[in-house]
């Protein structure tokens, strides 16, 4: 299906360039911010005499409550707009990334103030709508892929934070702290909503119902959970995975994660291009097709360099490609009136996604001293789902029904 072609060219306002690369900006800020423990891991592990087990809920923690939290932001953003939910978020995150100073010493407060990290992975269904409102059909895949490399702030986070880390263990949140502070008085000023985007009239519960009705909304969230899901999984738990079974120094686990985040967030926007020009269910199927492949490949332990580092570069590539067509996929199949709706059930099941694997890989790690059963799941999680897209989403119909019925089919039972 050539998307393009089905609609004609439409002229796109300087004011959704400007909306997409401030939601971008501030999307890849609290991501960073909401990634602020995973790249520590290690070092709190050490300090506080961490289990596998307790490291990965450590880390988990954050992912699941910015997964959930999804929910009522898109719908808060359905009903007042990104222009008071994007600054208001990046505002409100600051404090638990300041509080991330003083709790150190204690495994507790940590997972308590970890909790409220998690409003930093809302941002996410606040952005979608923001931008998916700005841009035209035709546009719109790639539009959001852009809109997705802010997931590169996990990258960033990996990368940056240890490093700023060794020149003053509290630095990393002092900065994550200013630029969250600058984001949120620059996007009051700069961002707006569409004009004429729908506002719902009905209230939260009424709309997150009538999303959650649509059968499409679980399809598309099944899917994401495996390709952002997978993503936010080894965002999180790959320099512990690094560290244990390759034996990297945290600097050299962080950055090869940081590798591997940079990759999925520079496929997510070709994941969306390729589904502006074809069908987003068919780029989703290669994608998650590719990573069941790898995944196979990584179970059996290859040695780091080249054989696990082609693998999991491959798979951060078909992970990325995969987030970036379900995107597009949603943007064709979704009343505008509720894509912040379905956005915050899908982004929230692409977080859980995210939030179960490193507590399975900690927990086989220290039954099983190996990661093979893990990986293989993955390979066989990645490969239903391929089947699922191939088979099932690339005849779905605009608006959430059911695949249009194969004319040929319905002419030869008449017959």
């Known amino acids: 299906m050539d998307t393009a072609a089905k609609h004609p060219a439409e002229r796109i306002p300087a004011a959704a360039y400007r909306n997409l690369v401030l939601a971008t900006v501030g999307f890849t800020i609290a991501f960073w911010a909401w990634n602020l423990i995973a790249p520590l891991a ?67 407060l940590m997972l308590v103030v970890g909790f409220f990290l998690g409003l930093g992975g809302t941002t996410f269904a606040i952005g979608v709508p923001l931008v998916n409102s700005w841009f035209p059909p035709a546009k719109r895949g790639f539009a959001l892929g852009l809109f997705g490399m802010g997931t590169g702030g996990v990258a960033l986070s990996g990368y940056f934070t240890p490093r700023i880390a060794e020149h003053g263990e509290n630095l990393p949140f002092f900065v994550v702290a200013g630029a969250l502070a600058a984001f949120a ?11 004429d985007r729908p506002v719902p009239a009905a209230s939260l519960t009424q709309r997150l119902g009538t999303a959650g009705r649509l059968r499409v909304t679980w399809e598309l969230a099944a899917l994401y959970a ?44 070709i994941g969306g291009r390729l589904s502006d020009r074809v069908h987003p269910a068919l780029v989703t199927a290669a994608a998650l097709g ?53 956005t915050g059930i899908v982004g929230a099941m692409g977080g859980l996604g995210g939030f179960v694997p490193p507590l399975v890989m900690g927990a086989i790690y220290s039954a099983k001293g190996s990661y093979s059963i893990g990986f293989m799941l993955l390979s066989d999680l990645a490969l239903a789902g391929c089947v699922y897209a191939y088979g099932r989403m690339r005849n779905i119909r605009p608006g959430g029904g059911d695949p249009a019925p194969d004319v040929s089919k319905v002419a030869a039972r008449r017959t």
């Open 42 to 108: 290690n070092w709190y592990g050490d300090r506080l005499s961490l289990s596998s087990v307790q490291q990965s809920l450590l880390v988990a923690v954050p992912v699941l409550v910015g997964s959930l939290g999804r929910i009522p932001a898109g719908a808060l953003t359905d009903r007042y707009g990104a222009r008071l939910m994007f600054p208001l978020v990046a505002a409100l995150t600051i404090v638990p990334v300041l509080l991330l100073t003083v709790v150190k010493d204690s495994y507790g």
């Open 290 to 342: 590719l990573v069941a492949l790898l995944a196979i490949l990584q179970a059996f332990d290859p040695p780091l360099n080249p054989g696990g580092t082609i693998a999991l570069l491959g798979m951060a590539a078909g992970l990325g490609t995969a987030s970036g067509a379900v995107f597009a996929l949603l943007s064709q199949v979704t009343p505008q009136s509720q894509v912040g709706s379905v």
């Open 185 to 195: 008085v620059l996007a009051s000023f700069l961002m707006t909503d569409r004009p």
């Open 226 to 269: 495996l390709g952002f899901g997978g993503v936010v999984a080894f965002g999180v738990y790959l320099p512990t995975y690094l560290k244990t079974w390759y034996e990297l120094g945290p600097t050299d686990a962080g950055t090869k994660a940081a590798g591997f985040a940079l990759v999925t967030v520079v496929f997510r926007p």
